[in-house]
T-cell receptor, first 116, second 115 residues
Framework: NAGVMQNPRHLVRRRGQEARLRCSPM?????VYWYRQLPEEGLKFMVY????????ESGMPKERFSAEFPKEGPSILRIQQVVRGDSAAYFC??????????????FGPGTRLTVL | AQSVTQLDSQVPVFEEAPVELRCNYS??????LFWYVQYPNQGLQLLLK????STLVKGINGFEAEFNKSQTSFHLRKPSVHISDTAEYFC?????????????WGLGTSLAVNP
């Protein structure tokens, strides 16, 4: 059973370009979480999605960021018009259900975004 | 609101020495606590969790943690570390927002095991 897959592992963008980060959850997992890790801020929750639904996006910046988890295919985190402050590691995690008490979140290896 | 404080950002230690990584939390409700480990260039992996019952929780790779409600702490310990334990360690507490639970994370502690 393959783990959570994220691609690309490294992504370099110039200011103003778009970044698209992909996450394929573990087989049988229908819940996906996106986190951003900044050196001085630790791991921050961004968004929680189920198939075709955004459940909690309280951690997402209001502008330029969006996320989706379509019925078929990976979850996508999209950042439009990137700025230098978007440079970070973005982690995806998946779980079979929504309750972190009883369902471990399995993390992917992350995508390291660098904005020049 | 729940929060997590990891008191040490970096912990250097020699191989085979004991180690304790400290974690304190604040919460006005019952808490559930977790420790995750992140090896270099990898994602996070669950080490152990406390939900209820015995306050001493044993995890993978020889780690254990003790839940202390009066001190609001959940410190991680290992009696003898290996070079391979060099990693970033994150403490997290569950939080409830509406119908959803999510994890609130500490800033992490970088454990460096030296030969």
């Amino acid at each position: 059973n393959a783990g959570v897959m994220q691609n690309p592992r490294h992504l370099v963008r110039r200011r103003g370009q778009e970044a698209r980060l992909r996450c394929s959850p573990m087989k049988g997992h229908s819940h996906v979480y996106w986190y951003r890790q900044l050196p001085e801020e630790g791991l921050k929750f961004m968004v929680y999605l189920q198939k075709e639904n955004i459940i909690d996006e309280s951690g997402m910046p209001k502008e330029r960021f969006s996320a989706e988890f379509p019925k078929e295919g990976p979850s996508i985190l999209r950042i439009q018009q990137v700025v230098r402050g978007d440079s970070a590691a973005y982690f995806c995690a998946s779980s079979p259900r929504s309750d972190p008490l009883f369902d471990e979140q399995f993390f992917g290896p992350g995508t390291r975004l660098t904005v020049l | 609101a729940q929060s997590v404080t990891q008191l040490d950002s970096q912990v250097p230690v020699f191989e085979e020495a004991p180690v304790e990584l400290r974690c304190n939390y604040s919460s006005s409700v019952s808490v559930y606590l977790f420790w995750y480990v992140q090896y270099p260039n990898q994602g996070l992996q669950l080490l152990l969790k406390y939900l209820s019952g015995s306050t001493l929780v044993k995890g993978i790779n020889g780690f254990e943690a003790e839940f202390n409600k009066s001190q609001t702490s959940f410190h991680l310990r290992k009696p003898s570390v290996h070079i391979s334990d060099t990693a970033e360690y994150f403490c997290a507490v569950s939080a409830t927002a509406g119908n959803n639970r999510k994890l609130i994370w500490g800033l992490g502690t970088s454990l460096a095991v030296n030969p």
